[in-house]
């Protein structure tokens, strides 16, 4: 009997070229299985499957971790206001990290000797899935065909046409990456410093061109209402508003940054609902959180954004930075109102009961209400008094 390996598919050139790689070169028994983010409908999961058939894959599974993906990731991540290198939502960083538990769990679950990958060996998500499949099943062996042999995507393609694979391959050009969270865009452009995506690689092409308010509604931090619709599933609520401003091609945009292996990087995204999301949830926490909630959110924001990054959500430290995200979204309630114009959103305002802009104390530039002249001018004579020391021993200004 064939030993088993277990390949994380998606359908794309490299998990292609793996499935075949495999089964032919290695003679092993190949099950895919793609770990649905929320990026894949029913349509595409079935063309996946067929493909994954076609390639000679012994079983395919679809195995859908939208739900958990949402819970244990992308609401904190809301919470934290999370931008990488304050671009990036990190959208395929966050999700393969579960993506690699449920591929390991499946191979643990047949009995898989092997489990694999099609990751090259100069980006991020080699180590995302090395080391989710190392902790959680050091004896199931890895196997990385694509970066072991350090194969171009032309390489590959060669490859598989020798082998009677029949596709598009001009759709290969690029590789793409959906999930709930976002779609990532690598290739040609991406590889150099001095050019941008064209207009053709997003997969969301600009189709609305008349400007539209709509209303988002916040319970406690979480995104439940889309234009007056209610929902009890922030998924839903999150994949209605993509819906409404995709069309309008927003939250696009080039990240530039440090990967875990030391190099600098570049991707396209289009993140049209979590780039609202986000920037929606922060201006209505600027509205219902104190200062220092403000600050602190911030600093361990960043911190989860990084962690998540670069691998480390096994980390224990990230459970104790959720409880804290967590704890500040009590009074993160309301609804926040967005224009969307081609290319561009726009936050208009909010509306919420725990806006701490409460007119019964000042109007910031207008009115004070709450105390005198004579408070400010000693609460400012009290304030300076550690600047008039130093200033009156050292003498620098």
């Known amino acids: 009997m064939k030993e088993k390996v277990v390949l994380a598919y998606s359908g794309g050139l490299d998990t292609s070229f793996c499935a075949k790689y495999l089964s032919v070169e290695k003679g092993l028994e190949v099950y ?54 304050n671009t990036y939502p990190i959208s395929v960083s966050s999700e393969r990290v579960f993506q690699a538990i449920a591929i390991i769990e499946y191979a643990k679950k047949i009995g898989a000797k092997y489990v694999a990958h099609g990751s090259t060996g100069a980006g991020n998500d080699q180590v995302r899935f ?86 988002l ?45 030391g190099i600098k990087g570049r991707v396209g995204f289009e993140a049209a609902a979590p780039m609202i999301i986000i920037k929606a949830h922060q201006m209505l926490e600027k509205h219902t959180l104190t200062k220092w909630q403000m600050y602190w959110k911030e600093q361990l924001g960043n911190w989860y954004g990084m962690f998540l990054h670069e691998a480390l959500y096994l980390d224990p430290v990230m459970r104790d930075i959720e409880k804290f995200l967590e704890n500040t979204q009590e009074a993160v309630s309301g609804k926040v109102i967005v224009r969307l114009k081609p290319y561009q959103f726009l936050l208009v305002g909010v509306d919420s009961p725990y806006d701490l802009m409460k007119s019964d104390f000042g109007e910031y530039g207008e009115m004070n209400k709450a105390w005198t002249a004579d408070d400010v001018k000693g609460f400012t004579t009290i304030l300076g008094t550690s600047l008039k020391i130093y200033n009156s021993v050292n003498k620098k200004y």
């Open 32 to 85: 895919t299985a793609i770990a649905n983010t929320g990026g894949f409908g029913k349509e595409e999961l079935e063309t996946i499957e067929k493909k994954a058939y076609e390639l000679g894959s012994a079983k395919h599974v679809a195995l859908d971790v939208t739900n958990t993906y949402y819970e244990k990731c992308i609401r904190y991540m809301v919470y934290g206001n999370v931008l990488r290198n």
């Open 130 to 215: 090395d080391l989710t499949f190392q902790v959680l099943a050091p004896d199931i062996e890895i196997l990385t065909p694509t970066r072991d042999l350090q194969l171009t995507r032309d390489e590959e393609i060669d490859y598989l046409k020798r082998h009677g694979v029949e596709a598009d391959w001009s759709k290969m050009a690029y590789s793409i990456n959906k999930g709930l969270w976002g779609t990532s865009i690598g290739g040609k452009e991406t590889l150099t410093s001095d050019k941008t995506l064209p207009e053709s690689a997003y997969p969301s092409q600009l189709k609305a061109t008349d400007e539209r308010e709509i209303v």
């Open 217 to 261: 509604d916040f319970v406690e931090g979480e995104l439940k209402g889309v234009d007056g619709k209610k929902y009890f599933n922030p998924i839903e609520a999150i994949q209605a508003l993509e819906a409404i401003a995709a069309p309008y091609a927003v939250g696009r945009d080039m990240h530039i940054g440090d990967t875990i292996i």
